[in-house]
């Protein structure tokens, strides 16, 4: 049974002059590297199949198996473990009878190509790009974590489907493994991991080629590669206890440990957040100057708020900063995908954004929810009426369809999901806490919506000994408590200043 967990793919083009190639790849697999791939774009057979025996030498040595990309004569000539082809190489079936027992692998970048490989009697497949590289410019798609957990479920649902009885010279099939390849490294490959499952199919492991043979200490490379693996992600979200009893202790911790919520927000609502933060005793900071955004996110006790707000492409750099030096620190990140739902271009910036970082919360009404559930590995157009049953208008959805709908967003984005309405929905995973709504004045506040985030930031910020889910059923509660409340001032103005007071209050 093969291996996959650091997966070599070898490019010799990319080699420091103070190295050689070979050496690259003997401190690869000194370094923990489980499977090797020789992909030579550009070598004579002569020259492949004299680099492959080298590199057989060393992988035999350390009983991991060698794969050779595209050139199945090569695979042959020097009996490597396994090939590994793409789309427009040669078909799969023509492959395996070729190459008999021996590994066979099969790049899929999209459903379709993977809904093909797994009719096939294949080894494993390579799911990528996940992200743009400079190594290969010709890639297909770049797809994302949001991607890859699509063609995750056409694995899964093939792997489920494998019964043994197809024709082959294999009787009985294991199920098919997969690895991500495309702009992978130690610095995204915990998260990619993280990223990139869905129940009962995850990675099997990840591939990279600059990552490891680009390095001038190709050994290191992997070794930091190998342990970025093993650490794993650095948070997990499981829905944990909690009841409406914790939310008294949990406010006191908030103003005891006075987090700081660092905005990254609209022009609309920044005063407001800004006050709504200060009134539940937290410290709002509105910055996008991303050279401080690490030093920002290394402070104790900091989350973020990420607001979709006003997109721009100037922004999106900014969010994307952000995204990477609070996910970098492990700190939390509340996302409001602001009127997602409202236009393709802003749901695929919240695609970019998924794609780019791991968030700790997405919070939206239900509108916007279902922009987001839009991407989950799980949906399909013709699904709408199934999972959103019972939709006539998003005002009217019904809550059975809201809490599934929220369930699929939590389970494939692996975030609490909280979704805002005259009840509130926080869900994770299969945990599902109501909350009642605050008032109907709230909707003639500007930022009274996104302003929920800044609460929600602060309790996470705050919260060291609760869970996420507790942080976040708590913020929810004291907000619409407060603006219950204030509501008694029955005008909008007034509403706004009778908030704060609440909150200061709570
Ligand atoms: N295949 P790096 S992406 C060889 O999408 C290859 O199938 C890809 O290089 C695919 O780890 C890729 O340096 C290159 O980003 C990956």
């Known amino acids: 049974m093969c291996d996959y967990s650091v997966y070599l793919v070898t490019d010799s083009t990319m080699v420091p002059s103070t190295s ?99 009719g096939h009697d294949i080894d494993y497949i390579g799911i990528g790009a996940v992200y743009s590289t400079a190594t290969k410019k010709d890639t297909k798609n770049i797809i994302g974590p949001v991607g890859v957990r699509k063609v995750l479920k056409v694995l899964r649902d093939g792997n489920t489907a494998r019964d043994g009885t197809m024709s082959g010279a294999r009787p009985k099939r294991s199920p098919i493994k997969c690895v991500a390849i495309g702009g992978i490294n130690e610095t995204n490959g915990a998260r990619v991991l993280h990223q990139c499952q869905i129940q009962h199919q995850k990675l099997d492991g990840l591939a990279v080629v600059s990552c490891i043979m680009a390095r001038e200490d190709a050994y290191r490379a992997t070794k930091d590669l190998v342990d970025v693996i093993n650490k794993g992600w650095w948070h997990k979200e499981s829905a944990g206890e909690w009841t409406t009893s914790l939310v008294p202790k949990q406010m006191a911790q908030v103003r005891t440990v ?34 401080e955004f690490p030093e920002l996110a290394a402070l104790g006790n900091t989350a973020l708020v990420l607001n979709l707000g006003t997109p721009s492409a100037a922004m999106m750099e900014v969010f994307h900063a952000g995204l990477s030096a609070y996910n970098h620190h492990g700190k939390h990140i509340v996302f409001d995908p602001v009127a997602c739902g409202a236009t393709t271009a802003r749901l695929n910036c919240c695609r970019q954004l998924l794609n780019h970082g791991q968030m700790s919360v997405i919070k939206g009404n239900l509108g916007e929810i279902m922009g987001i559930y839009k991407l989950c590995s799980g949906y399909a157009a013709q699904d709408d009426g ?3 049953r019972g939709v006539d208008s998003v005002a009217t959805m019904d809550e059975e369809s809201i809490v599934r709908m929220a369930t699929e967003v939590s389970k494939d984005f692996r975030t609490v999901v909280v979704v805002t309405g005259a009840t509130n929905y926080i869900v994770c995973n299969d945990k599902v806490e109501t909350v009642e709504g605050g008032s109907q004045l709230m909707g003639r506040v500007t930022g009274s919506g996104c302003s929920l985030g800044s ?20 913020a929810v509660t004291v907000y619409n408590q407060c603006g219950r409340k204030a509501a008694a001032v029955q005008h909008p103005g007034s509403f706004i200043s009778s908030f704060i007071d609440e909150l200061s209050r709570a």
């Open 455 to 474: 609460v929600i930031g602060a309790f996470l910020g705050g919260a060291s000994e609760h869970s996420v889910f507790g942080a976040v059923a708590a």
């Open 20 to 118: 050689t190639f070979i050496k690259q790849v003997e401190g690869a697999i000194n370094g923990g590297a489980t499977v090797v791939q020789l992909r030579e774009k550009n070598l004579s057979t002569q020259d492949f199949i004299r680099r492959a025996q080298q590199v057989h030498e060393l992988t035999k040595a350390k009983g991991i198996p060698l794969i050779i990309n595209d050139r199945i004569d090569v695979a042959l000539a020097v009996d490597a473990e396994g090939v590994h082809i793409g789309q427009d190489d040669m078909p799969i079936d023509l492959a395996r009878k070729l190459i008999g027992d021996k590994i066979l692998g099969v790049s899929c970048s999209t459903v379709e190509e993977a809904a093909v490989a797994c």
């Open 386 to 388: 199934a999972v959103m």
């Open 258 to 291: 006075q987090p700081l919520v660092h905005h990254i927000t609209n022009n609309v609502v920044k005063n407001f957040s800004a006050n709504v933060t200060l009134a539940v005793g937290a410290s709002p900071i509105m910055s996008e100057l991303p050279e």
